[in-house]
């Protein structure tokens, strides 16, 4: 494998490195929820994408709720 022949002086390294520095993400604010979401995104708080819902965001309550409600019967029937 190839190796640098000199190291770098302090300063090319120092400037080198400040071009490593992120500058601010130019993002929107979503018409319905007012969060702030990058462009050309659906919205990750509400799921709306042009005022059109693309992601349910609602948790599932139903399924988990319902199981776990019978499983905490079985154990108190268990307990009495
Ligand atoms: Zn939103």
Do not use: F
Not at 4 to 27: E, F, S
Not at 36 to 56: A, D, F, Q, W
Request: glycine share 8%; net charge positive.
């Amino acid at each position: 494998m190839a190796n640098p022949k000199q190291r770098h002086t302090h300063h090319r390294r120092d400037r080198a490195r400040k071009q490593y520095d992120v500058g601010l993400i130019n993002t929107q604010e979503c018409p319905k929820c007012k969060a702030r979401v990058l462009s050309h995104r659906v919205c990750p708080t509400c799921g709306t994408y042009k005022g059109k819902e693309m992601i349910n965001t609602t948790p599932k309550l139903s399924v988990k709720g319902g199981s776990a409600s019978s499983g905490k019967v079985e154990k108190t029937k268990q307990a009495a």
